[in-house]
């Protein structure tokens, strides 16, 4: 588990790196405290996860999206809709972006980060999980429009 000091920098570099990859799409998002009272689109959701590890810390980041806000986010210049596998793959480089993002101003702290390829996946709707792991952070975000 990673110290306190870590973990704040962590949740506030993560924080900026996710409002900023996003807002690049053309898609404003806002934090919110938690998902307590929130509703959730119906529909399928695109999850992705990259895994890092470095000199002070590890663990992974997960990106859970509803598909539709995966679409929004989805370059225009792409000339046509999005199918499945492309949202799939356009929420891999969000992540890689994300992480990328993340592990820049990690150096800064002098903490090194090397991370996977990403993963991701097509889920059917519902309520994403809730993180059990000691030490987790979870952030949470809604769209702006």
Do not use: C
């Not at 405290?33 to 509703?39: D, K, T």
């Not at 002070?56 to 046509?80: F, H, I, N, W």
């Not at 390829?117 to 709707?125: N, V």
Request: hydrophobic share 40%.
């Amino acid at each position: 588990m990673m110290d306190a000091a870590n973990s704040t920098i962590l949740r506030n570099y993560l924080k900026t790196s996710v409002k900023d990859v996003f807002s690049m799409t053309g898609v404003q998002l806002l934090p919110i405290r938690s998902l307590e009272g929130s509703s959730f689109a119906h529909g399928s959701r695109v999850l992705g996860l990259i895994s890092f590890t470095g000199n002070q810390m590890r663990g992974s980041v997960t990106l859970d999206l509803p598909e539709a806000l995966a679409a929004r986010a989805y370059p225009k210049s792409a000339g046509t809709p999005a199918d499945p596998y492309d949202l799939r793959d356009w929420t891999g480089e969000l992540l890689n972006q994300i992480v990328g993002r993340l592990k820049r101003q990690l150096l800064k702290h002098a903490i090194a980060l090397e991370m996977s390829s990403p993963s991701t996946l097509t889920a059917a709707s519902g309520r994403p999980p809730r993180l059990r792991a000691p030490g987790a952070i979870e952030l949470h975000f809604r769209s702006a429009e």
